[in-house]
């Protein structure tokens, strides 16, 4: 029996104002499958995301399938994707305790709100404290949010994305504006994350090509709206790819599973 996709993408295009973003997509993401998205800013990778997470409709052409489905219902779709990206933690209040900040994944809540439907459990605050401990953040579970570095919430984040145990996790260019320290900390987070069962597929967005961990054995490559690379990442992270996506020519240290751009 063939396996049905996590994700599908067939002839996905979409328009903003006239102007094309995406150009007849084609990608497939299948379960246990890691992927890296690389790409400049401006190639389409948010607004592929924001199609594939259900924001967005492929307004100029194209299906969406998720799990071998046609977009239905999208709060419900929503919950069974787990999206991290760069921008969510300023939407956090600054002053919820780490612990409510995780639960309240479940309910797709900025913010824990019991009276609109955030009625947490003791299974939920159980289950909560387990993902904390799998970033090894359980010892933050007591504090508030905002006083939390940088790194640290994005772990946090990640253990709220998984309260729906979704199908998919997407870390959209988490790493940014982080210290080399900090960023190497929660880099080393994410093998124990692609080692759960109950996670069957996971997207990293970047356009660094060191933070591309062997875990992520499949990368796609964007520019100007189109796929321009799509396969396993020894075959796509190459000198001359590089040079195709950046215009400049990189030779590439390559040390314990990942590659090191070295401007030549």
Not at 130 to 151: I, N, P, T, W
Not at 186 to 214: C, D, G, S, W
Not at 219 to 226: A, E, H, I, Q, T
Request: with cysteine; aromatic share 8%.
């Amino acid at each position: 029996m063939k396996e049905i996709p996590a994700l599908e993408l067939r002839d996905v295009s979409y328009v903003d104002n006239g102007k094309t973003i995406l150009r007849s997509i084609h990608w497939s993401v299948r379960p246990g499958e890691h992927w890296a998205i690389l790409g400049p800013n401006g190639s389409g990778k948010t607004t592929l995301l924001n199609i594939a997470c259900g924001y967005l409709w492929p307004n100029a052409g194209g299906e969406v399938f998720r799990k071998g489905r046609l977009l239905t219902n999208l709060p419900e779709l929503r919950k069974s994707i787990g999206w991290v990206t760069s921008t969510l933690a300023t939407q956090i209040p600054a002053g919820e305790k780490v612990i409510r900040t995780v639960v309240s994944g479940k309910f797709a809540q900025i913010g824990l709100l019991e009276q609109f439907g955030g009625d947490a459990g003791k299974r939920d605050y159980s289950a909560a404290r387990r993902y904390l401990a799998e970033m090894g953040c359980d010892h933050l579970r007591d504090r508030k949010f905002g006083v939390l570095s940088q790194g640290e919430q994005q772990k946090v984040l990640i253990a709220r994305a998984r309260m729906t145990q979704p199908y998919l996790i997407v870390l959209d260019e988490p790493c940014a504006g982080m210290d080399p320290g900090a960023r190497e900390n929660f880099l080393a987070t994410l093998p124990r994350i692609a080692k759960q069962a109950k996670i069957p597929a996971m997207i990293y967005v970047t356009h660094h090509i060191e933070e591309i961990l062997p875990l992520f054995r499949k990368v796609l490559v964007m520019k100007d709206g189109k796929v321009l690379h799509a396969g396993n990442t020894r075959h796509v992270l190459t000198q001359d790819i590089l040079k195709q996506l950046y215009r400049v020519s990189f030779g590439i240290i390559k040390k314990k599973g990942r590659c090191w751009p070295v401007v030549r």
